[in-house]
């Protein structure tokens, strides 16, 4: 059974720096998609930032330029989130994202993390 298992986050001063990362366990075909969402408070998910297979990562607005994605190359089931100049509107937990074709020919499946709480406050 495919599962996300994040690790990372907590509570950092604004400026500071945190690193989430995210590994994809069990068994399948192939990982297309994978990334990071976020759902600050009393607020919808949003998207943080995501690569697909081959190709370059994808960032919303607000984190160009604060944040990177990256890929673990060897694996191709391991993203990072370095996070940089963090902000209080960064707060939020934040969830791993895979879109993953377990099987060959089939369709894709959506995966979620458990999240993890990120929060940037003095």
């Known amino acids: 059974q495919v599962r996300l298992v994040e690790s990372g986050g907590g509570l950092v001063q604004p400026g500071g720096s945190l690193r989430l990362s995210c590994a994809v366990s069990?068994?399948?075909?192939?990982?297309?998609?994978m990334g990071w969402y976020r759902q600050p408070p009393a607020k919808e998910r949003e998207l943080v930032a995501n690569?697909?297979?081959?190709?370059?990562?994808?960032y919303a607005d607000s984190v160009k330029g604060r944040f990177t994605l990256s890929r673990d190359n060897t694996k191709n089931t391991v993203v990072t989130l370095q996070m940089n100049t963090l902000k209080p509107e960064d707060t939020a937990v934040y969830y791993c994202n895979a879109r993953i074709t377990t099987h060959y020919g089939r369709a894709e499946n959506n995966y979620w993390g458990q999240g993890t709480q990120v929060t940037v406050s003095s």
């Open positions: 069990g068994s399948f075909f192939e990982i297309n998609v």
């Open positions: 690569i697909t297979r081959g190709g370059s990562p994808n």
